[in-house]
């Protein structure tokens, strides 16, 4: 199993501008999750999904903020307009269920200038 | 879920077993541990859960209290590859519930 995919793996964009990081869960898992590590904050988790459909997305920061699961394969978290205080790792994992362990990809890394 | 507190640093030299501390001292009882490391630049990768018995996998140990209120992650030889910060989680199993609270985590430092 190739794991967790994240792509792209590093993003550096310019303020205002939009940014699409795209996630492939492991193949059979139920539950997505989206997380932004900083050095100041920690590890963050944004939302999750389970079955792609959203259960929680109170850690979204802001209406900037917005992730979608069209199908079981796919997710995407979107940034528009992006700003440089959104710098950040951000991390996909997935699980078979909510609330088993999570298998995390290898992140985004975002820079926005 | 339950706060965990956890050192913010340890050493360990080469081939010794570490011994992580977690505590939890307002777990419910429903409350599984969980344990998962980062390593510089990765994202986090999982180690070992329970609930209240002593668990044991290729990875580490996990030693629950019998009262569940702290436990004690266990690599038993440790190498340099272990360097990493290790985070303490309590969280339900329950279905739909998914949220797991990272908190600072104990960076430890295998030193040859």
């Known amino acids: 199993d190739a794991g967790v995919i994240q792509s792209p793996r590093h993003e550096v964009t310019e303020m205002g501008q939009e940014v699409t990081l795209r996630c492939k869960p492991i193949s059979g898992h139920n539950s997505l999750f989206w997380y932004r590590q900083t050095m100041m904050r920690g590890l963050e988790l944004l939302i999750y999904f389970n079955n792609n459909v959203p259960i929680d997305d109170s850690g979204m920061p802001e209406d900037r903020f917005s992730a979608k699961m069209p199908n079981a394969s796919f997710s995407t978290l979107k940034i528009q307009p992006s700003e440089p205080r959104d710098s950040a790792v951000y991390f996909c994992?997935?699980?078979?269920?909510?609330?088993?362990?999570?298998?995390f990809g290898p992140g985004t890394r975002l820079t926005v200038l | 879920d339950a706060k965990t507190t956890q050192p913010p640093s340890m050493d360990c030299a080469e081939g010794r077993a570490a011994n992580l501390p977690c505590n939890h001292s307002t777990i419910s009882g429903n409350e599984y541990v969980y344990w998962y490391r980062q390593i510089h630049s990765q994202g986090p990768q999982y180690i070992i859960h329970g609930l209240k018995n002593n668990e044991t996998n290729e990875m580490a140990s996990l030693i629950i209290t019998e009262d569940r209120k702290s436990s004690t992650l266990i690599l038993p030889h440790a190498t340099l590859r272990d360097t990493a910060v290790y985070y303490c989680i309590v969280r339900v199993h329950r279905a739909g519930e998914g949220k797991s609270t990272f908190g600072d985590g104990t960076t430890l430092t295998v030193k040859p």
């Open positions: 994992a997935s699980s078979l269920f909510t609330y088993n362990e999570q298998f």
